[in-house]
């Protein structure tokens, strides 16, 4: 069992920045993939970014040269920097680990989200 709890979301005006924080427990050890998914509202969930284990980032097209991952394997934790925000990134965002190679599946470990709010 993983256990994620997510912080840093909230509002921002479009072209601000936000920090989300993924904080994992549990059991985690072994190749895996963690990092960020979202849901807006009549959409279904989507790959934002993710890492793995040993460092090698995926981001969502929507997202690059915008958004930056990181993670602490230490701290089992990871961190999406959020740059040039838009309206349409506005959406709940999720932590979420996988003991997977496949950042497109919506498998493994969820935390409960955290909104992002873009206005225009």
């Known amino acids: 069992q993983v256990q994620l709890v997510e912080s840093g979301g909230g509002l921002v005006q479009a072209g601000g920045s936000l920090r989300l924080s993924c904080a994992a427990s549990g059991t985690i050890r072994g190749f895996n993939l963690m990092g960020w998914y979202r849901q807006a509202p009549g959409k279904q969930r989507e790959l934002v970014a993710v890492m793995t284990s040993g460092g090698r980032p995926t981001y969502a097209d929507s997202v690059k040269g915008r958004f930056t991952i990181s993670r602490d394997n230490a701290k089992n934790a990871v961190y999406l920097q959020m740059s040039s925000l838009k309206f349409d990134d506005t959406a709940v965002y999720y932590c979420?680990?996988?003991?997977?190679?496949?950042?497109?599946?919506?498998?493994?470990?969820w935390g409960q989200g955290t909104q992002v709010t873009v206005s225009s």
């Open positions: 979420n680990f996988k003991a997977d190679w496949d950042p497109h599946t919506l498998s493994g470990y």
